[in-house]
């Protein structure tokens, strides 16, 4: 029988790419949703609220693991109301996983939790698991979504946390429109260049999530990025050269300002801030990257894909 896996908010950018990773491997796939209940491309799309236990929580009884990607967008204006549901969407989707995994007779061997590299601020020195944290309301929200992942110890299921790099897929994420601009000749240097950005490909984060789905040796945190940070300057260069662009204008940080909160209607600080972060343990673990060149990793992004 195929092993089941639970993807608690499962339906946006990161749960879907894994659900399709899965499922190429023989993975029966139940997504929890806020969304009304439905069937889609052999998946199964089971309502939650994110935040209290009803009949979906015996979706988790004898399933294999439990891969937890709920959150409110950060890409918003952290207003008062949207930095409270920031929080309580991450905070409140782990407390009740772990109160439904409580109540298994057959818990998940693995609950794995999707964090945040944020955790470690705006930095241009080199972090690895142990570096110290940052300070702000992201560095916050990372900190209190990590404390309440692990307060306590589940008996039985090993608990994974990811901090996640910028992850390049298709469909989606952050990549999608940084190609547009470029596209559209407006892929120059955002801010001052210098902010690091800690990228890894989709495709490695799925092979890790499933390393940690079954490799008793997983537990604890780990970076969840690749091995080669870049500056913006050389991340958005890297981008244009691969597009077949030439040079194209710097937005300078007042532009971005003024462009996040007027027309993008974001934080400015997601583009103008970053972080040099290294998977350490990941790789001591002996994970192989299958994109360690960021030109390989936007060469394959933007292949046209076979159907
Ligand atoms: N994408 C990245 O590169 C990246 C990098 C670092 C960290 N992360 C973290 O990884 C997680 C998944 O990322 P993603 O890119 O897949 O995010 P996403 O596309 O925004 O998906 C998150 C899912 O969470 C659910 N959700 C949103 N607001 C909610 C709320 N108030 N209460 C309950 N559920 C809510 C939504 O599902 P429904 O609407 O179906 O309920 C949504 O599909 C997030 O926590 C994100 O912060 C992502």
Redesign the pocket.
């Known amino acids: 029988m195929a092993k089941k896996i639970v993807l608690a ?9 894994l659900a399709d990773y899965l499922q190429h491997r023989n993975y029966d796939i139940v ?5 009304p209940e439905k069937v889609e491309k052999g998946i199964r ?1 089971i309502q ?4 209290s236990i009803s009949s979906w929580a015996s979706e988790l009884d004898g399933s294999h693991a439990v891969v937890n ?7 918003c204006i952290y207003t008062k109301k949207n930095r409270e ?1 920031i929080v ?3 905070i ?2 782990v407390h009740v996983l772990k109160e439904a995994i409580d109540r298994c007779s057959r818990p998940p061997q693995a609950f794995i939790q ?5 955790i470690f601020g705006d930095t241009t020195l080199l972090c690895d698991e142990d570096s110290p944290h940052g300070s702000g309301f992201s560095v916050e929200v990372c900190q209190r979504w990590e404390e309440e992942f692990f307060k306590e110890k589940i008996p039985g299921t090993r608990q994974v946390l990811f ?6 897929g298709r469909n ?3 990549f999608e429109p940084l190609q547009k601009l470029a596209s559209f000749n407006l892929g120059g240097t955002v801010g001052s260049g210098k902010q690091y950005i800690s990228w890894l490909h989709v495709d490695d984060l799925n092979a890790m999530f499933l390393y940690a789905i079954e490799s008793e040796r997983f537990s604890g945190i780990y970076n969840a990025t690749g091995p080669q940070p870049v500056t913006n300057k050389e991340f958005m260069k890297t981008l244009r050269a691969v597009m077949g662009k030439g040079w194209a204008p710097p937005t300078p940080s007042p532009f971005v300002w003024l462009g996040a909160y007027t027309l993008l209607r974001t934080e400015p600080s997601l583009a103008l801030t970053g972080r040099n972060c290294v998977p350490s343990r990941i790789v001591e673990q002996g994970f192989e990257f299958s994109y360690t060149s960021l030109e390989d990793a936007f060469r394959d992004l933007l292949q046209p894909v076979s159907e």
């Open positions: 908010g499962g339906s946006g950018f990161l749960g879907e790419n997504i929890l949703s806020r969304q799309y939650w609220d994110g935040r990607f709920t959150g409110k967008s950060v890409n549901e309580s969407s991450r409140d989707s999707a964090g945040s590299l944020a901090r996640i790099g910028f992850a390049l989606g994420g952050a």
